[in-house]
């Protein structure tokens, strides 16, 4: 199971820390992906990060929002600055894993929301 932690209301220029954790022993984690659903929207890639640590973003969320992981803890951590009204919305957490009979999950996410 995937949880993720941190949303909440922040004025526009804020910033907010997501986590994401799986629980469960006997596998690694392999790619961790955050994404963003803006309401009556598309969910939309916002981040991803290899196990090796390559990391990846999209167009929204590069130079303003940077994903790390703590593998000890198997968590997911996206670091928001500099938010914006339209970064409002549900955000999902997915990971991968090793074995990769595991498939993959997906935490239920959840709610920015950017406003004044």
């Known amino acids: 199971q995937l949880v993720e932690s941190g949303g909440g209301l922040v004025q526009p220029g804020g910033s907010l820390r997501l986590s994401c954790v799986v629980s469960?022993?006997?596998?690694?984690?392999?790619?961790m992906y955050w994404y963003h659903q803006a309401p009556g929207m598309a969910r939309e890639f916002v981040a991803s990060?290899?196990?090796?640590?390559?990391?990846h973003y999209g167009d929204s969320a590069k130079g303003r929002f940077t994903i790390s992981r703590a593998d000890a803890e198997n968590m997911a951590v996206l670091q928001m600055n500099s938010l914006k009204p339209e970064d409002t919305g549900l955000y999902s957490c997915r990971m991968t894993f090793d074995p990769q009979s595991l498939g993959e999950w997906w935490g239920r996410g959840i709610l920015v929301t950017v406003s004044s």
């Open positions: 990060i290899s196990s090796d640590g390559m990391t």
């Open positions: 469960g022993s006997g596998f690694r984690v392999n790619n």
